[in-house]
C-alpha cells in the first residue's frame, strides 16, 4: 500500500548528541515536510521540500536540518543546537498540483524525549 | 503570518449527540483541511475543503471562503469519533505549507 512511514516511534536522545528521523513515501509526491507538536497545541512548520536538492526552512528551523536527496526519502536530524527538543514530529508530503496547494498526508510521527 | 483560530477548545457529547466546530482564518485561503487526530496521534484527513460542502458519513464539511471560516459537523456521534480536530489553511501564492489551529478535543461519553 502506498503511504508515509516514518521511523522509529519513539526515540530517546542524551543532551549533546543529534538524532535523525527518517520519512519514506511511496506516493510519488513531490513535496515533503517536517512538522512539530507539542502537547495540547497544533502543528508547526519545519522545513519543506518542494523537489529533490532543494529545501525551505518553516517557522521553527533553528536546531533542526534536512536533506532531500531523493524523492522518496526526506530525513530531520535534531542537532544538539535544538534546546528543547521533547515533542512529537510528524512528517508528511503532497502532490505538486498546478494550483499550487494539494491535500497533505501524514505519517504516523515519531516521539523525541530527552534522558 | 494567517491565524487560524478553531472552537470551541474542548467538547463533551453524549454518544448520539450531532456538533459542529468552527474554524476562522484571517487571510483568503485556496487550501482547508480537517483533520482528525487520534490518542496515538495519527493524524487522519477527513476533508480537503477549500471551498464548498463535502460529506463523508456522518461527517460534513462547509468552508465560506469569502467569509473566512470553514465549519465541520459531525452527526451522531460515537465514542471512536473522540480525539482532537485540527483545522488547517494554506494560503493563496504562499509556499505549499500548512498553518494549524490549536485544535478542538472532542470526547464522546457512552
Known amino acids: 500500500d502506498g503511504g508515509i512511514t516514518q521511523s522509529p516511534k519513539y526515540l530517546f536522545r542524551k543532551e549533546g548528541q543529534n538524532v535523525t528521523l527518517s520519512c519514506e513515501q511511496n506516493?510519488?509526491?513531490?513535496?515533503m515536510y517536517w512538522y512539530r507538536q507539542d502537547p495540547g497545541q497544533g502543528l508547526r512548520l519545519i522545513y519543506y521540500?518542494?523537489?529533490?536538492?532543494?529545501?525551505q526552512k518553516g517557522d521553527i528551523a533553528e536546531g533542526y536540518s534536512v536533506s532531500r536527496e531523493k524523492k522518496e526519502s526526506f530525513p530531520l536530524t535534531v542537532t544538539s543546537a535544538q534546546k528543547n527538543p521533547t515533542a512529537f514530529y510528524l512528517c508528511?508530503?503532497?502532490?505538486?498540483?498546478?494550483?499550487?496547494?494539494?491535500?497533505?498526508?501524514f505519517g504516523d510521527g515519531t516521539r523525541l524525549s530527552i534522558l | 503570518g494567517i491565524q487560524v483560530e478553531q472552537s470551541p477548545p474542548d467538547l463533551i457529547l453524549q454518544e448520539g449527540a450531532n456538533s459542529t466546530l468552527r474554524c476562522n482564518f484571517s487571510?483568503?485561503?485556496?487550501?482547508l483541511q480537517w483533520f482528525h487526530q487520534n490518542p496515538w496521534g495519527q493524524l487522519i484527513n477527513l476533508f480537503y475543503?477549500?471551498?464548498g460542502t463535502k460529506q463523508n458519513g456522518r461527517l460534513s464539511a462547509t468552508t465560506v471562503a469569502t467569509e473566512r471560516y470553514s465549519l465541520l459537523y459531525i452527526s451522531s456521534s460515537q465514542t471512536t469519533d473522540s480525539g482532537v480536530y485540527f483545522c488547517?489553511?494554506?494560503?493563496?501564492?504562499?509556499?505549499?505549507?500548512?498553518?494549524f489551529g490549536s485544535g478542538t478535543q472532542l470526547t464522546v461519553l457512552p
Open positions: 487571510d483568503s485561503v485556496n487550501n
Open positions: 475543503i477549500p471551498s
Open positions: 508528511a508530503s503532497s502532490i505538486q498540483g498546478s494550483s499550487g496547494n494539494q491535500p497533505q498526508h
Open positions: 506516493l510519488n509526491h513531490d513535496a
Open positions: 488547517a489553511v494554506g494560503r493563496s501564492g504562499s509556499a505549499r505549507q500548512l498553518t
Open positions: 521540500s518542494q523537489i529533490v536538492n532543494d529545501f
